[in-house]
């Protein structure tokens, strides 16, 4: 007995012998009664030291030898001895360590432990006994323990079992058994019928799709264990053949041998594929398995498939394009008519040679090899080509390439489309010099427009001076009538010079070079307005903050300052209001200018933009604002528009995209 169980074997008689001190203080005249009870405790001690020594001694080289944890406890659970697989399992720190085994359990399972130990010392032992526990570290566990009842005298003494972990034995069978209900249920779920058989023909697995191929009523857990040895007999009417299948299935079955793709046809029109898979361990044959898929579809597709490649060979064979198969090495495979007729080659003058040495033009050019480089990656692309026909004649050809692939998916070669361009060519090349001429011409223009500015300006300003001068010399031997008739006259004057820079501006509008850029819509409107003369009578508001669009901010100016002037020039109320907003649209900003002057006649709607179209004959209006506005939006790919009601106001719309 170690020194530790003999100190509390003593402290236990110590706590006896105090227990007896008291008791004779107090029960002085039961003295005779109390010396036989002492008699009675050293005995019982003496005895409980003897059991233990020598369960000790008996135990000692089981301790020593066990792989297990091996517990012996008393009775109400507190542990008395242990070995060192014990320490480790409940992670404590020596065989020495005082605990009781049910601080340990997990507190789910408290309410089994203790009919378990009571079962325990009414039988005598446990087996089988599973429970969950939680280490000194904290580990949750799994043990199985089996235990028995120490006895002395025929009394139950204390208890001793061994403890074992299968915690990861738990985890891999629950792992296991949820990896068969897995498998289970995808086989229950597959779109393919299986069937397991054993060596014997006995069913050991199938599934619903098996069922509903040969028409089985019943679950497939109702099979499992059936004789297979006459179901093909039974199920041979389902199929056109009917002995050729029952035939099929022994011969299969004699040879045991790997068997994939058959080919079954149902006299309910499904086409059925079937595979033989024998199953062998060691060189012993096991059992088998058959696995049936319904290809019905996929057959109706094949046959439909070449149903359609015989038609559009047809069509390919005879279309104006030239269609052309070429392999790695770019020698031709296959040509259509077209391209022997854009070739002026036949079939077999193409057919092997490679396509680039026989028909392109400029040799010098390794376009066709660098095109052959981009299908050997997968590229598909479209290019020119110069090509020399059998006759020698030079042809533009437009190829689109594709790469072509084997079952695989590994690039075999390509397949290009040619189309003769050479027309269209010549027609390009006519539209390039026309667009030249036309530049120059345009150029010319302009500049024409300039010195013709300059020449009608220069005498209109001239006459002008004269006028002045003639009414200066005059003004008092000229009649009221000679007057007017003077003014009248410099004020055409001035309309005149205002039409021709008006003029000017139009021409410049899509001539000059458009300038795009961030600009601020709501710094340039506010620019306008401080720009323009606003009587004290007009009030302009800008209802929502304008935001930044790309554009020409000159180009806009003109826009914003066309529309902000004839709002205040054509507004007759006492009180003009201008109100400027924007609306945010999916691609585009939609821009708007509200007055409530005099307004539009409907039926001049589409007219005022037009040049030359001024509704109102006055002096500064030249019939040309409007006009350059619509030029300027749409040079912005915009759109302008209005709504108007007469003596009630107009409202212009414009579109600037994002």
């Known amino acids: 007995m170690s020194e ?43 005895e409980l030291t003897s059991l233990y020594n020598k369960t000790s001694s008996q135990l000692q080289g089981v301790f020593e030898n066990i792989v297990d944890a091996y517990v012996i406890m008393d009775l109400s659970g507190n ?13 404590f720190k020596s065989t020495q360590e005082e605990e009781n085994l049910n601080n340990l359990v997990s ?27 939680t280490t000194k570290h904290n580990v949750p566990k799994i043990v199985h323990i089996n235990a028995s009842i120490i006895e002395e005298n025929g ?80 199920s041979k009417d389902l199929f056109q053949d009917p002995d050729g299948f029952v035939s099929r299935i022994n011969e299969i079955l004699f040879n045991k041998k790997l068997v994939l793709g058959d080919e079954l046809k149902m006299t309910n029109g499904k086409i059925l594929e079937r595979d033989y898979i ?55 495979l296959l040509v259509n008519q077209s391209f022997v007729e854009m070739s002026g080659y036949n079939k077999d003058e193409l057919i092997g040679k490679k396509g680039g040495e026989l028909l392109q033009a400029d040799k010098s050019n390794d376009i066709i090899t660098a095109e052959n480089e981009k299908r050997a990656q997968g590229l598909s692309n479209s290019y020119e080509l110069k090509v020399r026909t ?35 060519k010549n027609l390009q090349i006519q539209k390039e010099k026309l667009l030249a001429k036309l530049e120059k011409s345009n150029e010319e223009l302009q500049e024409y427009a300039h010195i013709v500015s300059h020449d009608l300006k220069s005498p209109l300003r001239s006459i002008d001076a004269l006028v002045s001068w003639l ?18 006259i410099q004020s055409t004057l001035e309309k005149m010079e205002q039409l021709i820079s008006d003029v ?20 340039l409107v506010e620019d306008v307005i401080e720009l323009v003369y606003v009587p004290e009578h007009i009030h302009i508001s800008i209802l929502n903050k304008l935001p930044v669009v790309n554009g020409d901010s000159t180009k806009l100016q003109q826009v914003f300052q066309n529309l902000i002037g004839n709002a205040i020039k054509f507004n007759d109320k006492e009180k003009g209001l201008i109100e400027i907003d924007v609306l945010d649209e999916a691609t585009h900003y939609k821009f708007s200018i509200k007055d409530n002057g005099i307004g539009i006649e409907p039926q001049f709607h589409d007219n005022i933009f037009k040049i030359f179209h001024a509704l109102n004959k006055r002096k500064d209006s030249s019939g040309i604002g409007l006009s350059i506005v619509k030029k300027i939006i749409g040079l912005h790919g915009g759109n302008v528009w209005l709504e108007s009601t007469p003596k009630m106001g107009t409202t212009f719309y414009f579109t600037l995209t994002k």
């Open 471 to 488: 009414k200066e010399d005059n003004k008092d031997n000229l009649d009221e009538a000679s007057h007017k008739n003077l003014d009248l």
């Open 278 to 332: 024998p199953i062998y361990r060691s060189s012993e044959y096991q059992g088998h398995l058959w696995s049936y898929r319904d290809v019905t579809m996929q057959r109706q597709y094949s046959w439909g498939i070449e149903a359609e490649r015989e038609k559009y060979g047809s069509i390919i064979a005879n279309m104006h394009l030239g269609l052309v198969e070429v392999n790695n090495d770019d020698e031709i």
């Open 107 to 133: 507190p789910s399972d408290i309410d089994i432990v203790k009919p378990a130990f009571k079962k325990l010392i009414t039988d005598g032992l446990i087996t089988d006994f599973k429970i969950n526990i």
């Open 390 to 424: 059998k006759s020698g004649e030079i042809r533009n050809w437009l190829i689109s390439g594709a790469p072509n692939y084997d079952i695989n998916g590994i690039v075999k070669g390509s397949i290009g489309i040619h189309l003769d361009i050479t027309e269209l």
């Open 79 to 91: 542990i008395l001895k242990m070995n060192d697989a014990a320490v480790e399992m409940f992670g």
């Open 504 to 523: 000017l501006n139009y021409s410049r509008v899509s001539t000059e070079n458009k300038v795009d850029a961030e600009v601020d819509v709501q710094q």
């Open 4 to 46: 530790k169980e003999v100190n509390i074997l003593k402290r236990a008689l110590e706590r006896e012998r105090a227990s007896r001190k008291a008791a004779e203080k107090i029960l002085e005249e039961k003295s005779a009664e109390l010396f036989k009870v002492n008699k009675m405790l050293e005995q019982s001690y003496s």
């Open 155 to 234: 009394e139950p003494v204390a208890a001793q079992g061994i403890v074992r972990d299968i915690t990861m034995e738990r985890e891999a069978q629950e792992k296991l058994i949820e990896s068969e209900n897995r498998l289970s249920t995808l086989i229950k779920s597959l779109d393919t019928g299986v069937l397991l058989e054993d060596e014997h023909r006995k069913i050991v697995l199938t599934n619903n799709k098996f069922c509903e191929f040969f028409g089985i009523p019943v679950s497939p857990e109702l099979l499992v264990g059936q004789d297979c040895s006459k179901s093909a007999e039974q």
